[in-house]
Nanobody, 126 residues
Framework: QVQLVESGGGSVQTGGSLRLSCAAS????????VGWFRQAPGKEREGVAA????????YYADSVKGRFTISQDNAKNTVYLQLNSLKPEDTAMYYC???????????????????WGQGTQVTVSS
């Protein structure tokens, strides 16, 4: 089974940066698509970004385009999410998730992700 472990969260001030890591173990065919999602208190979980493992396809939510960058290091089986120009509204628990990928489903369709990490907290103060 694929296991995912997030790290890198923390507390920063507005305009600061963080780099989140999602380290994966287990069969690679089960994680062709890896996504980052976040959930703020009282809000629904939402998609932030995703990447197709081994390819250059990346996807972003409009709210983070130009500020966040998703990347991969296949040698380390790790997907990163670089968070720049952070805003208080970016405060949330961030989760990574993996899926083999489902035809015709958009990257932000959470129902296709069958492996989730435990989450890492990002707090941005004004």
């Amino acid at each position: 089974q694929v296991q995912l472990v997030e790290s890198g969260g923390g507390s920063v001030q507005t305009g600061g940066s963080l780099r989140l890591s999602c380290a994966a173990s287990g069969p690679t065919y089960n994680r062709n698509l890896v996504g980052w999602f976040r959930q703020a208190p009282g809000k629904e979980r939402e998609g932030v970004a995703a990447i197709r493992i081994g390819l250059s396809n990346t996807y972003y939510a409009d709210s983070v385009k130009g500020r966040f960058t998703i990347s991969q290091d296949n040698a380390k089986n790790t997907v990163y999410l670089q968070l720049n120009s952070l805003k208080p509204e970016d405060t949330a628990m961030y989760y990574c998730a993996a899926t083999p990928g489902r035809p015709y489903r958009p990257w932000y369709d959470q129902s296709q992700y069958d492996r989730w990490g435990q989450g890492t907290q990002v707090t941005v103060s004004s």
